[in-house]
Every structure is written in structure tokens, then in C-alpha cells.
């Protein structure tokens, strides 16, 4: 079995202290869980048979999801938007003083940019740096990317700033391909959570797990 959670907001010690639990609690129901998380992006092993639990970007979700089956997705308490719910941004050069237009400022034109960049595998860090250094005039990412990066890059997010958000969209996806297990991982993440110090749940941005359906993607996809 494998897994792979990307760094929760930067964090990797407490990323590393949270899977210990989840592993630990589905051994203690003789679950197979690997020792480790897989140190590669989540979306790179959601082709893999053996796949446990990933944590994938919704985009990512609606595009597997024949071959996934979801488990939830985290409350990460992002203010303005609906728990369970996530957003995305647009972000530009805090030294740019042209203003955005407002075409820029739409949910279509975000998604075209933030697909732009997920078509051409660029990370949400690559693309904030691109334009913070004056080779992009703008960058489309998830709000929880965004919160990542402030947390693990202050100077580069210092040279940014956000100007605009699209409505809420379903938030990032816990996946397994294990079908039968669903059931028990939804258990041992929320028992993970709670069993977590509240410093670390605040440094790894999550408070709890909230269950999702489909339903709330196919909205995601219909706005795209």
C-alpha cells in the first residue's frame, strides 16, 4: 500500500506526526498502512493500484474519479467560505500598481488561468514566482496553496498580494483506490485529528474531516 499527503500547509514534521496516527489506528485494526508517506506529489500515485489515501486537488478528483473513491475532504476554517469548501484566488505583484480588470476578476477567467497552469504542470509556487519576478502578470491557485506558501516562502509572499476570489468550490479530495476500506479510513482520519495537539492541527491548517459527495464537484465542474 501506499500514500501521499502533500506537506498540510508547509508543515512536514506535523504532515509526518498526523499519517503516524492515521497508520497507526488502521495496524491497530489490522489494516495494512505503509510506515511512510510516498515523497512525490499525490496526483502522481493516483494511478497506482496499491493507493491507500491521497490527498488530491479537486480538479485532480473530477478527473479520476472513475477509478477513485472518495473519503472527505478537511475543514480547514478558510474565512468567508463554507467549511468542507474551498476557493480560488488571483494573485499579482504587490509592487503592480495597474490595477486588475475586471474581467481578470471572474470565476471563468480564474479557472482558464488556473487550468492554464495545471495543463502545463507548473506548481502553484512556480507560479507565484513567476510572477512575483515580472515574468507572469498574474497567478491562479487554490487559497490552500496560497496558504501553504505564506507559510513555508514569506518573502515571496511578501511580494504578492491577492486581488481577487472565486465563489466557493469543493475543497481539495481524500481519495483511496481501496474501495472496502473507505469506511476505515474515514475513522482513522478523524480519530487522527482529534488525537492532534491543537498547535499542531493550527500549523497543518486543518480542524477536522467533513464528509463530501460527488455532487459538490460536478458544481465545481459546471462553473468551470
Not at 103 to 117: G, P, Q
Amino acid at each position: 500500500m501506499i500514500a501521499a499527503l502533500p506537506a498540510l500547509a508547509g508543515a512536514e514534521a506535523e504532515t509526518a506526526e498526523f499519517w503516524s496516527l492515521i497508520r497507526d489506528h488502521l495496524r491497530e485494526h489490522a489494516i495494512t498502512a505503509p510506515g511512510e508517506l510516498e515523497d512525490t506529489r499525490p496526483v502522481g500515485v493516483i494511478g497506482d493500484e496499491h493507493l491507500l489515501l491521497a490527498e488530491i486537488p479537486a480538479h485532480a478528483y473530477l478527473s479520476n474519479r472513475a477509478d477513485l473513491t472518495l473519503i472527505g475532504t478537511f475543514d480547514r476554517d478558510i474565512d468567508g467560505v463554507p467549511a468542507g469548501f474551498s476557493c480560488r484566488i488571483l494573485l499579482k505583484r504587490t509592487s503592480e500598481e495597474t490595477p486588475v480588470g475586471p474581467v481578470a476578476a471572474t470565476d471563468a477567467s480564474l479557472a482558464e488561468i488556473f487550468e492554464r497552469r495545471h495543463s502545463a504542470a507548473e506548481t502553484p509556487a512556480e507560479a507565484a514566482r513567476a510572477v512575483a519576478e515580472g515574468s507572469a502578470d498574474l497567478a491562479a491557485m487554490d487559497v490552500t496553496e496560497w496558504r501553504r506558501i505564506r507559510h513555508t516562502d514569506t518573502d515571496l509572499a511578501e511580494k504578492l498580494e491577492e486581488v481577487a476570489r472565486s465563489d466557493a468550490l469543493a475543497g481539495p479530495a481524500l481519495v483511496t483506490r481501496q474501495d472496502r476500506l473507505a469506511g476505515a479510513l474515514r475513522i482513522a482520519i478523524a480519530a487522527a485529528v482529534t488525537s492532534l495537539p491543537p498547535e499542531t492541527r493550527t500549523s497543518l491548517g486543518i480542524s477536522g474531516l467533513l464528509g463530501v459527495t460527488d455532487a459538490a464537484y460536478d458544481r465545481m465542474s459546471s462553473q468551470n
